[in-house]
């Protein structure tokens, strides 16, 4: 499995910036699809984007397309979440997720594809 460790939580007025990075170790980084997540006090765990082993391939939640964006550096072993224009709504821990098939061609929304998760990091958002 990998080491995944997510950085750039915080607390930002309504309408903010944040950019969150996802560090990962432990295994070949480039080969995996990668994840991110989001979970709320009082709500279950849901996807927020993905993106290929390649960089190619990228899927969003619908409600977040044109907010957020996903990229990786396979050179840095790093993920990030550029999320902008936040809403109270999205407060909650983002979580990182390494896929748990090497090379998927596209990206999965599905938690249970993932096999590996960071501790995650809190984003709240003031109105």
């Known amino acids: 499995q990998v080491q995944l460790v997510e950085s750039g939580g915080g607390l930002v007025q309504a309408g903010g910036s944040l950019r969150l990075s996802c560090a990962a170790s432990g295994r070949t980084f480039s080969n995996y699809a990668m994840g991110w997540f989001r979970q709320a006090p009082g709500k279950e765990r849901e996807f927020v984007a993905a993106i290929s082993w390649s960089g190619g391939y990228i899927r969003y939640a619908d409600s977040m397309e044109d907010r957020f964006t996903i990229s990786r550096d396979n050179a840095k072993n790093t993920v990030y979440l550029q999320m902008n224009s936040l809403k109270p709504e999205d407060t909650a821990v983002y979580y990182c997720?390494?896929?748990?098939?090497?090379?998927?061609?596209?990206?999965?929304?599905?938690?249970?594809?993932?096999?590996?998760w960071g501790q995650g990091t809190q984003v709240t958002v003031s109105s």
């Open positions: 997720a390494a896929d748990k098939i090497m090379t998927r061609r596209r990206p999965s929304d599905d938690l249970a594809d993932f096999n590996s």
